[in-house]
């Protein structure tokens, strides 16, 4: 049964979409205005006699093939993959195309316009809200930003399994602090222990 491009097309133009069917590339090319990206182009693209559903961002990220700072965009890819739902990152390293990509099989269902609509959102929204501007700076200093946000999320995510806990944890690190430090030797002597 699969999906066909007519269907993808009914879609977007519920959304109110401009688009471009390419019938015998089986895709259909559409883009929008991004925040961090001047050209947002994303193709829709079904392989399998539509049994197979894609959707992806073409050369998003430029420039990578010979930067300085290559290992750390690509780490920072696949933190972003690992972090978030769907979205994943493919690299050309012929010619060094970075590509952000949504794919699943749809064997002999059909894709529903809900699963769509989720599909295409997440594409825009993780790419060019939360991706891109932390690979742009990845790509300037060598460093992910991301990484100093995960100490955060993780501290969230223990105050909201076990509430209280944060503050357990301060107070233990607290002492733990006062049992290492060694007192300065005016103190030791009004303790008493020189």
């Given at each position: ?17 401009k ?9 259909i ?13 994303i193709?829709i ?11 992806f961002a ?28 769907m979205?994943q ?31 295409l ?49 301060e107070r233990?690190m ?21």
């Amino acid at each position: 049964m699969g999906t066909t491009l007519k269907q993808i097309s009914t879609y977007l133009d519920t959304k109110g979409w401009k688009y471009k069917v390419d019938e015998a590339g089986c895709r259909i090319l559409t883009g929008v205005y991004g925040e961090h990206i001047e050209d947002f182009l994303i193709v829709i693209q079904l392989d399998e006699n539509g049994e197979f559903f894609e959707i992806f961002a073409p050369r998003v990220l430029a420039g990578v093939k010979n930067h300085p700072h290559k290992a750390a965009i690509l780490q920072t890819m696949l933190c972003i993959s690992w972090e978030t739902k769907m979205l994943q990152w493919e690299y050309d390293p012929s010619d060094g195309e970075i590509r952000a990509i949504i794919e699943f099989p749809l064997e002999d269902s059909t894709l529903t316009e809900r699963q769509f609509n989720r599909c295409l959102h997440s594409l825009v929204q993780l790419v060019d809200e939360l991706a891109l501007p932390r690979l742009k700076a990845v790509m300037e200093t060598g460093e992910d930003p991301g990484d100093l946000e995960e100490g955060e999320r993780l501290l969230l995510a223990l105050q909201e399994e076990s509430p209280g806990l944060l503050s357990v944890l301060e107070r233990a690190m607290e002492a733990r602090k006062r049992r290492g430090r060694v007192a300065p030797p005016e103190e030791m002597e009004q303790d008493g222990s020189s």
